[in-house]
């Protein structure tokens, strides 16, 4: 009985060697950036065109946050070793002094969640714009596309969510002066090998191009990582032959290639880098 029982434990253990070595054989699911920009882009926060006071503030402000180091301080929240300071939002209230805040809150680093507060580059800017100007902070999260449109719509007073300036926002919005210069990164599997000789942005669109209809690159609806994927007259992006698909937010576009639905994302260089670290961790 006692060898029975041996031979017994041998094999299970045999057969759980088998099953971890075969899972580790298994296709990665890490993601890894591919780390050259594909563009060149501006961010800029979106006013209401009916409150040129609040544009002039708010270039004022961009202003002296830059000056004073302060802007520098905010990034090192998350690109260096300080602390992301969480933001709360306060209730609308039409009789209150308010400052109405659109965003998209799925756009780590610049802005994301965490339990009922608000985090990230734009909304530690968007308190200490409140505070600036003596009003309380309402933060209204939403779909990107709807962004500029609730605030032309004067929904809300300004749009601060990782905006590139582009003309055609500008018939909603007005921008104020710029505060961050973007570019646009693929990422992909880690296990993906196409892009590993590439050494420019034309490299990488030359893979793009080797691209068939069989493959799916992923974006954020609106962004610019949609028109780069899609084609874009006004940005002079050609179109790739994929299939694109589009997400609420580039979490998700990046768990969804995790998850085995897609070739590739094109999103901004800073989420690029930390929704991957994320999602790896």
């Given at each position: 009985?006692?060898?029975?029982?041996?031979l017994?434990?041998?094999?299970?253990a045999?057969?759980?060697?088998?099953?971890f070595?075969s899972?580790s054989?298994?296709?990665?699911?890490?993601?890894?950036?591919?780390?050259i920009?594909l563009?060149?882009?501006?961010?800029?926060?979106?006013?209401?065109?009916?409150?040129?006071?609040?544009?002039?503030?708010?270039?004022?402000?961009?202003?002296?946050?830059?000056?004073?180091?302060?802007?520098?301080?905010?990034?090192?929240?998350?690109?260096?070793?300080?602390?992301?300071?969480?933001?709360?939002?306060?209730?609308?209230?039409?009789?209150?002094?308010?400052?109405?805040?659109a965003?998209?809150?799925?756009?780590?680093?610049?802005?994301?969640?965490?339990?009922?507060?608000?985090?990230?580059?734009?909304?530690?800017?968007?308190?200490?714009?409140?505070?600036y100007?003596?009003?309380?902070?309402?933060?209204?999260n939403?779909?990107f596309?709807a962004?500029c449109?609730s605030?032309?719509q004067?929904?809300?007073d300004?749009?601060?969510?990782?905006?590139?300036?582009?003309?055609?926002?500008?018939e909603?919005?007005?921008?104020?002066?710029s505060?961050?210069?973007?570019?646009?990164?693929v990422?992909?599997?880690?296990?993906?090998?196409d892009?590993?000789?590439?050494?420019?942005?034309?490299?990488?669109?030359?893979?793009l191009?080797?691209?068939?209809?069989?493959?799916?690159?992923?974006?954020?609806?609106?962004t610019?990582?949609?028109?780069?994927?899609?084609?874009?007259?006004?940005?002079?992006?050609?179109?790739?032959?994929?299939?694109?698909v589009?997400?609420?937010?580039?979490?998700?576009a990046?768990?969804?290639?995790?998850?085995?639905?897609?070739?590739?994302?094109?999103?901004?260089?800073a989420?690029?880098?930390?929704?991957?670290a994320?999602?790896?961790?």
């Open positions: 009985m006692k060898s029975n029982k041996l017994s434990l041998v094999l299970l045999a057969m759980v060697i088998a099953l070595a899972c054989g298994s296709a990665s699911t890490e993601l890894k950036v591919i780390d920009p563009t060149e882009e501006e961010y800029a926060f979106g006013v209401d065109k009916n409150q040129p006071e609040l544009l002039t503030k708010a270039n004022e402000f961009i202003a002296k946050i830059m000056e004073d180091g302060t802007f520098d301080d905010i990034c090192n929240h998350y690109f260096g070793d300080g602390t992301p300071v969480p933001v709360a939002s306060a209730a609308l209230d039409e009789n209150k002094d308010q400052l109405v805040v965003t998209n809150a799925g756009f780590e680093p610049f802005e994301y969640t965490q339990g009922d507060n608000y985090l990230g580059i734009d909304m530690e800017i968007a308190k200490l714009f409140a505070d100007l003596g009003w309380e902070l309402v933060i209204s939403m779909d596309e962004v449109l605030v032309g004067s929904k809300c300004i749009a601060m969510a990782g905006l590139t300036i582009k003309p055609e926002r500008e909603y919005v007005t921008f104020t002066d505060y961050y210069n973007a570019s646009q990164m990422v992909v599997l880690a296990d993906n090998t892009f590993d000789e590439c050494k420019s942005a034309a490299d990488v669109e030359a893979v191009n080797g691209y068939d209809s069989s493959v799916k690159g992923g974006y954020q609806n609106g610019t990582g949609q028109f780069y994927v899609l084609g874009d007259e006004e940005w002079g992006f050609d179109c790739f032959k994929v299939e694109g589009g997400y609420k937010n580039g979490s998700m990046m768990q969804d290639m995790q998850n085995g639905n897609l070739g590739f994302v094109v999103i901004d260089e989420p690029a880098k930390c929704i991957s994320a999602l790896n961790g």
